[in-house]
């Protein structure tokens, strides 16, 4: 089934140590998402690769890095994890009309720092 | 600023009842979307609203798009436990970007 897989489902790292959060996707579209959601919030934006052409949220912080070598795979890379960067970390999929074809989810990655 | 404001936050209700959940904004969206989103998951999508007044049916759920595509509505028919979860509204930024509201989280008890 085509889909978008991210791993790992729980990543546990220490604070101040760099982390890479992966996706892959097996539906060939063209807009990769990379989302921060934290308790009872919702879903924030972090940054979104149209192609090759990468679109960062102008709130998200420097310390966040997102790169995508290929359509399939996208990468969050956060340089040095904050306790306040504890997070579920989701990663979508949408074709360039996602607004109404909808957007296709992985099933998360749970980041916890210590 | 929260684009999208969803109510209630929580809902808890026992199985067979009804709920209502509702989306608001004070912007016009081209389209709205529904998603549920199930403990340790990421979100489905549910649903898509285009038209101002439209009203979608999917099995037991029955979306609805206000006139002026500022607000929405989800109506859920004799909930089961399976219905538990977050439900998320989002509306369209542009084609393919969405703002999402906070969500709303449904328990059915059994």
């Known amino acids: 089934d085509a889909m978008v897989i991210q791993n790992p489902r729980y990543q546990v790292t220490q604070f101040g140590k760099p982390v890479t959060l992966s996706c892959s996707q097996t539906?060939?579209?063209?807009?990769m998402y990379w989302y921060q959601q934290k308790s009872s919030q919702a879903p924030k934006l972090l940054f979104h690769y149209y192609d090759k052409d990468f679109n960062n949220e102008a709130d998200t912080p420097d310390n966040f890095q997102s790169r995508r070598p290929n359509t399939s795979f996208c990468f969050l890379d956060i340089r040095s994890p904050g306790l306040g960067d504890a997070a579920m970390y989701l990663c979508?999929?949408?074709?360039?009309?996602?607004?109404?074809?909808?957007?296709?989810f992985g099933s998360g990655t749970r980041l916890t720092v210590v | 600023t929260q684009l999208l404001e969803q109510s209630p936050q929580f809902l808890s209700i026992q199985e067979g009842e009804n709920l209502t959940v509702y989306c608001n904004s004070s912007s016009v969206f081209s389209s709205l979307q529904w998603y549920r989103q199930e403990p340790g998951e990421g979100p489905v999508l549910l649903v898509t609203v285009v038209t101002g007044g439209e009203v979608k049916k999917l099995k037991r759920l029955t979306f609805q798009f206000g006139d002026a595509r500022k607000d929405s509505s989800l109506h859920i028919t004799a909930a089961q436990p399976g219905d538990t979860g977050l439900y998320l509204c989002a509306g369209a930024r542009s084609d393919y970007k969405l703002s999402f509201g906070a969500g709303t989280t449904v328990t059915v008890r059994a």
């Open positions: 979508a999929t949408s074709r360039v009309t996602g607004a109404v074809s909808g957007y296709t």
């Open positions: 539906l060939n579209h063209n807009v």
